[in-house]
């Protein structure tokens, strides 16, 4: 069969080393020529911040961050951006300060260096998401990639372990997306398997020994193939159903991922036998869902939609919102009916099971 595809590699500078946040932060806002730094961090990151921006030319610290990127959050975000002169964007956090960043970067243009401390992986996409009146809309501008990123597995330490398996599993959800969304490709499928791998293996790691450095390089390694490949890829059914998830009903957005992913996994394998077996390969697993059933078992995972905050009752609201937004090219068709179904088994907790056709 004759190999065809387009690929788009995204520009984009990576610094990863243990201990080295601060100094590679450094080396970054010099190589950008940075005079007055806009500091984006959560309450929570704030000491982590302080360590790391010490010594940097900052105009503007900015801690009101929230999960879903509000457009008013981004408003008081872009107004304060504007009225302190920078000229770089730093974020310290997850990925809801990440959201921020790039709300700001949307509108003003700024670049931006990405310092994680989860796994959410947007710091290696271009794409962006902002909330208003319940309804979560996304978009994609080269804009809003951060010009660098800077990975420390050190600044992971403190993210408690349920987090982490949740953060991780949100980044395999990049991954297992990435090989059915509307762009895949063989490269952005390759960079895939790779990120779900080590992303595995790392969160097995943590389970076992939170302080374990190998098993959160792993993991951040891992998270950045994954969001390279999203990023190529583009967003496939499980993203859509969690973003609206997400914006109508203000669940935690890794929690809500880590949740819904065996039950995309378990409707599309069969249409994408390929894939299926690629994934069971990358979990060790001569299946893909109970390849991933077993890891989430291993780590403790997130069960149930509603222990998150979902009602039973917005089931059949949520299955017509996500319904305009499911990939013409989906493997299997996708109508209300299968999005009820898998709504009510990821709200309820029920365990999935790999079709015979996979």
Same mark, same amino acid.
């Given at each position: ?38 500091? /984006?961090?959560?309450?929570? &990151? ?5 360590? /790391? ?16 990127? =509000? ?5 008081? @975000? ?35 260096? !990405? ?14 998401? *902002? ?34 398996? !949740? ?5 395999? $959800? ?11 490709? =063989? ?25 374990? +450095?190998?098993?959160?390089? $792993?993991?951040?390694?891992? #998270?950045?193939? %994954? ?13 859509? +159903? #969690? ?21 995309? *996994? ?5 249409? $994408? ?5 690629? /994934?069971? !390969? ?18 403790? @995972?997130?069960? %149930? ?9 917005? /089931? ?31 709200? %309820? ?6 079709? &015979?056709?996979?």
């Amino acid at each position: 069969m004759t190999l065809t595809f387009e690929n788009i590699t995204l520009g984009q500078r990576v610094r990863f080393g243990y201990g080295h946040a601060a100094d590679n932060l450094a080396a970054e806002v010099d190589r950008l020529s940075a005079r007055r730094v806009m500091v /984006i961090a959560a309450a929570a &990151e704030s000491g982590i911040a302080d360590r /790391i921006t010490a010594g940097l030319p900052v105009a503007l610290r900015h801690d009101d961050v929230r999960p879903h990127v =509000p457009v008013e959050q981004a408003e008081a @975000a872009r107004t304060a951006a504007k009225e302190s002169g920078a000229d770089l964007v730093v974020c310290v956090g997850g990925g809801s300060t990440t959201g921020l960043a790039k709300a700001v970067a949307l509108t003003t243009r700024l670049p931006i260096v !990405a310092v994680p401390t989860t796994y959410a992986g947007s710091e290696a996409t271009n794409v962006w998401g *902002l909330t208003e009146a319940s309804r979560k809309t996304t978009g994609v501008d080269d804009a809003v990639l951060p010009a660098a990123v800077v990975y420390d597995s050190e600044l992971t330490l403190s993210l408690p372990v349920g987090l982490s398996v !949740a953060s991780g599993l949100n980044a395999i $959800a990049h991954c297992v997306d990435s090989m059915w969304a509307p762009r895949t490709n =063989p490269v952005n499928q390759a960079f895939a398997m790779e990120g779900l791998r080590a992303v595995a293996d790392g969160l097995r790691r943590i389970v076992r020994e939170p302080d374990d +450095i190998d098993g959160r390089d $792993a993991t951040l390694y891992g #998270c950045y193939l %994954a969001g390279v490949a999203f990023a190529s890829a583009g967003s496939g059914l499980h993203h859509k +159903i #969690c973003h609206v998830l997400g914006g109508a009903y203000d669940l935690p957005h890794a929690q809500t991922h880590a949740t819904v992913l065996p039950y995309v *996994l378990a409707l599309n394998a069969p249409g $994408a036998p390929d894939a299926a077996r690629r /994934i069971a !390969a990358a979990l060790g697993s001569a299946a893909p869902v109970g390849g991933l059933n077993a890891l989430r078992e291993e780590l403790g @995972a997130p069960r %149930a939609l509603a222990d998150h905050g979902m009602r039973r009752t917005d /089931i059949p609201e949520a299955a017509r919102l996500i319904l305009p937004y499911v990939p013409a090219d989906n493997p299997v068709p996708v109508g209300a009916e299968e999005l009820t179904d898998l709504l009510t088994r990821a709200y %309820a907790g029920e365990s999935p099971q790999d079709s &015979e056709a996979t």
